[in-house]
Structure formats: structure tokens, C-alpha cells
């Protein structure tokens, strides 16, 4: 086991039981973990060292509960949320299924009904998320878990707490908040006020792979 594996593993004893990784992203490391006074799995998320230097923790921890009040159908809710031992750490429910990327990956192409349907579930989430005011700012495959089927929306509002947190000192991290495949123009070009329209657009573009086989662009930028 590593050092930073053995630090978190103690820092969050009392509260989780860390089992394994389930993988890693741009941001954070996943893990299967049980929440012990719940008795329950979850997918806990450690945020990459390199991007939990340059974020105000505290200020991280407070942008993050706007998710929490998200209540729908279709949006992963968040558990939990904190700091432990220099660690900055945010707690989902844990899916045994597969990310549309997964099935996509497998399928590469989705029927039309089946399409529709599931952007379609997924357009509503998002409608409920803009009408809280909330923008998730990373709409893509990865982000999209599927239980029974049934679409789920992972990292809600994760960016925007990022962002927010970090006060505009991202660029230190060298990480971008959003995919470029399915990235809308005005975060490409790192404008400064992202409306709703920007997960429309990526949650067109994740419409377009399910139904062609490919993103709408391809390039690496």
C-alpha cells in the first residue's frame, strides 16, 4: 500500500473503510469504500494532490453543498464532503453497473429510441439542475452512469465548486474543467460566465456519439 493510500486510508478510518480503487480520472481517484455508520458501499472521491494544493479547502467544502440539495431521478445525490489529513474528498452513492462510456466502448452505437431516451432523462435532470441554478459544466459519457438502464448524473456542480474554489488559479493545475470532445465553444475558450446552454450543448454532443459512433469532433483541441 502507498504512503498517500496509508494516510487517507487512516484519515478517514473512523468514518470509511476504504476496499479498492475503481479507477482514476482527470480530477480524482475513485474508490469503493463502506460508509460504516450507514452500513453502506459508496464511491468515494479523492481529488488529484496537484489540484487539492491550489483549491481553498474550505471554500471547496462550501461550493460542494449546493450539490447536496439536488434532489432528482436522475442525478447521483452527494453524501458527504470534507478535508482529512490534506486530503479533499466528495462521497456518492456507488452504481454497480457501467458508465454509458462503458456501453459505448462495448456497443459503440446506441438505437435511436434508446438515444432519445436516455438523453432525453438526462435533459431533464439538467433542466432541474439550471432551474437550481446549478450548471455541471462536464457532461460526457464518463459522467453518465447507468443502473438498471436507468441514466444517473455523476459530479454535479463539481466543476463550478472547483472553480470556484481554485478563484480562478485553475491554470495552475494544467487541468481543464470540461472534455474537449463534447465542450461547448465558450469553455473552450475559457469565457468567464458559463451558462446553461454550454450542457446543452454537451449533452448534443454526447446524443450525436450515441447515435454515429464518434464525437462530432475528434481533434485533440
Do not use: C, W
Amino acid at each position: 500500500m502507498s504512503s498517500a493510500m496509508e494516510r487517507l486510508t487512516a484519515a478517514l478510518a473512523e468514518r470509511y473503510r476504504i476496499e479498492r480503487e475503481l479507477g482514476q480520472g482527470g480530477m480524482a481517484t475513485v474508490y469503493l469504500a463502506e460508509d460504516l455508520k450507514h452500513g453502506r458501499k459508496v464511491a468515494l472521491k479523492v481529488l488529484k494532490p496537484e489540484l487539492a494544493a491550489v483549491l481553498g479547502a474550505d471554500r471547496f467544502v462550501v461550493e460542494i453543498k449546493t450539490t447536496a440539495a439536488l434532489q432528482h431521478p436522475h442525478i447521483l445525490p452527494l453524501f458527504d464532503s470534507g478535508t482529512a489529513d490534506g486530503f479533499l474528498f466528495y462521497v456518492m452513492p456507488f452504481i454497480d453497473g457501467e458508465t454509458l462510456r462503458d456501453k459505448l466502448d462495448r456497443e459503440t452505437q446506441l438505437g435511436v429510441d434508446d438515444a432519445v431516451k436516455l438523453a432525453s432523462d438526462v435533459a431533464d435532470a439538467l433542466h432541474y439542475a439550471h432551474e437550481q441554478g446549478v450548471i455541471h459544466r462536464d457532461i460526457k459519457p464518463e459522467n453518465i452512469l447507468l443502473a438498471n438502464g436507468r441514466p444517473m448524473v455523476a459530479d454535479f456542480g463539481i466543476a463550478l465548486a472547483l472553480s470556484a474554489a481554485a478563484g480562478g488559479r485553475m491554470t495552475e493545475t494544467g487541468l481543464s474543467l470540461g472534455t474537449p470532445h463534447y465542450m461547448s465553444p465558450e469553455q473552450a475558450t475559457a469565457e468567464k460566465e458559463i451558462t446553461r446552454r454550454s450542457d446543452v450543448y454537451s449533452l448534443a454532443s454526447v446524443l450525436y456519439e450515441m447515435l454515429s459512433g464518434s464525437p462530432p469532433h475528434v481533434g485533440s483541441s
